[in-house]
């Protein structure tokens, strides 16, 4: 999608640290990270956000969180780790194209801000 900060990432036309990188989806580091492991997933696809990539691509959405799983693993938070997917400007959302934040390695406070 023209325009897209996260279709320019998956397309190696903007740089990021990429961590893991399938046929479906692709995750990097958060380029201003909330905790000691900050990383997004996103799919390849351009989807607004989670209710519409689930609705228009299951797989891709299971695809997804079996990748967030994978990275918090490899990035040694396995055991204690969050999953965040903002939805709407009003609860955060900046980049409109689908991403799962997966954060850890620091004390995660419930409820969230
Ligand atoms: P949102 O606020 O939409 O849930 O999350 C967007 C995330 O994208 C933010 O955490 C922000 O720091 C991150 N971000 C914005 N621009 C860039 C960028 O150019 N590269 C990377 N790696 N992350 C970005
Ligand atoms: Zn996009």
Do not use: K
Not at 72 to 95: L, P, S
């Amino acid at each position: 999608m023209a325009d897209c900060l996260f279709c320019s990432i998956v397309a190696e036309e903007i740089p990021a640290d990429i961590v893991l990188s399938n046929d479906d989806v692709v995750a990097f580091r958060d380029i201003a990270p909330q905790a000691p492991v900050h990383v997004l997933v996103v799919p390849r696809d351009h989807h607004a956000n989670v209710g519409e990539l689930a609705s228009a691509a299951p797989a891709t959405t299971a695809t997804l969180l079996q990748a967030a799983q994978e990275v918090a693993a490899d990035e040694g938070v396995g055991d204690a780790y969050r999953v965040v997917f903002n939805t709407g400007a009003g609860a955060g959302q900046t980049v409109f194209h689908v991403h799962a934040h997966v954060i850890g390695g620091r004390n995660l406070e419930w409820p969230p801000g």
